[in-house]
């Protein structure tokens, strides 16, 4: 990227960056964005700026990431919105410390220097921290409790319930206004007081977090089981591989990247800390270890298991039923390949990982699509959101009741 913002100085400027953790969804059909009420906040602050101010029409009021859409172009757009910011407007929640995106852009907004028009009691930064949620039983990681903001300020229901409460509780609908005008109001005054010079526009990718660093239970590890275009059987097609077993995607064209990028954008996009890697990089620590050291989702080409001696780790794995290791096959019902093989694809899997699939349904290549085999890359997406909320809520169940008992009575369903 270029070292500098590439804008003119006296372009106009956005008045404030609006950094926030996306909410997944409940389930991967017919849910509402939950974000939307996000958006509705954004809009609210833009209008109430609109009024407090004299921006010309057509003047970027703010900056809100709505896309979700990784990839180059996306952290560029970031790091531009970052490097001309006027203010940076944190939204506070348990999920937002948690996650790398959030804190990069903080380390980015904060890099800038700040300067005060005139002497005042209070310094100023350049951030306005709002809070979605209530943080009273929160520990702030250490440069949001530098800050000490006095959110008292903004009304006393918003600083005990927080302005997502505010939103959807219609008793508090006047409280939520006057909260949006003080935001709006603090937001316009900042950017009134100091001096923040245009920034550098660097990588985004490449910035660290500004949070703390993550303990084990925030983390995931994505494993992927699968072949490298030079070891597939004469009866597989290249077409859906790579290089590198992790450059696996079944889901071809509608998605280009590997489908371990797909499930570390989910993962990131909750909060969690990803890291992707070959099943046999990490296969040694779960097949050995008491427990696994932190949550992991694991992603099977069943085409693979024609390896019988590869597969037989993954057998070993799933005879151990650990509940902090979630299983997804993927699967395209749009695979003709795969479809002309579904019986034997089946009884290889079958056979693998009898104990994980349990007594739901038998996984098949059926053109109904099986309860944990997503069809889709959509339908992948919303099983590898609950995929590693599983993986996570039993790895932090399994720290909290101590050492192991005895195997896992049931191990959590990788179907809906």
């Known amino acids: 990227m270029s070292s500098g913002a590439g804008q003119r100085k006296d372009a106009p400027r956005p008045y404030f960056f609006l950094s926030y953790a996306h ?35 057509g003047h970027p009021v703010g900056f809100m990431d709505r896309s979700m859409h990784q990839g180059q172009k996306w952290a560029e757009r970031l790091s531009r919105e970052l490097a001309t910011c006027r203010v940076f407007v944190p939204l506070y929640s348990p999920r937002y410390f948690k996650s790398e995106a ?68 219609a008793a508090f609908s006047s409280e939520y206004h006057t909260a949006v005008w003080r935001l709006a109001r603090r937001i316009v005054d900042v950017a009134e007081q100091t001096v923040i010079p245009i920034g550098q526009v660097l990588d985004f990718e490449s910035q660290p977090s500004a949070f703390d660093p993550p303990d084990n239970a925030d983390q995931v590890r994505i494993s992927v089981f699968s072949y490298r275009e030079r070891e597939l059987p004469p009866q597989r097609s290249a077409f859906w591989y790579g290089e590198q077993r992790t450059d ?6 509608d998605s280009s990247r590997p489908l371990a990028q797909d499930a570390a954008d989910i993962a990131r996009s909750m909060g969690f800390q990803p890291t992707v890697n070959e099943f046999e990089e990490g296969a040694e620590q779960l097949l050995t270890e008491e427990r696994p050291d932190r ?10 298991f024609l390896d019988g001696r590869r597969a037989e780790a993954v057998r070993r794995l799933d005879r151990r039923n650990l509940g902090p290791v979630a299983v ?27 104990v994980s699939r349990g007594s739901r349904q038998r996984p098949s290549l059926r053109e109904e699509g099986p309860a944990g085999a997503p069809g889709s890359i959509e339908e992948f997406r919303g ?34």
């Open 23 to 57: 909410t997944p969804r409940i389930n991967s059909r017919g849910a509402a964005d939950p974000n939307l009420w996000v958006a509705k906040l954004y809009q609210d602050l833009s209008e109430a700026i609109l009024q407090i101010t004299d921006a010309p029409s």
């Open 102 to 169: 959030c804190g990069r852009e903080w380390h980015l907004f904060s890099r800038r220097s700040v300067y005060q028009r005139r002497p005042t009691a209070e310094r100023m930064t350049g951030i306005v921290p709002a809070l979605w949620v209530s943080m009273e039983h929160y520990q702030l990681p250490r440069v949001a409790g530098e800050l000490q903001f006095n959110h008292d300020s903004f009304g006393a229901e918003y600083a005990t319930e927080g302005l997502y409460a505010l939103m959807k509780i």
């Open 248 to 253: 696996w995607q079944p889901y071809r064209p």
């Open 295 to 304: 949550p992991c989702v694991l992603l099977v080409d069943r085409w693979a």
């Open 328 to 354: 997804i096959e993927p699967w395209n019902r749009e695979d003709q390949q795969s479809r002309d093989h579904e019986r034997m694809l089946d009884e290889l899997g079958e056979g693998v990982l009898s």
């Open 383 to 416: 099983e590898m959101e609950r995929a590693v909320m599983r993986a996570c809520t039993a790895h932090e169940q399994q720290h909290r009741d101590g050492p192991d008992d005895g195997p896992v009575d049931r191990r959590p369903s990788i179907g809906p």
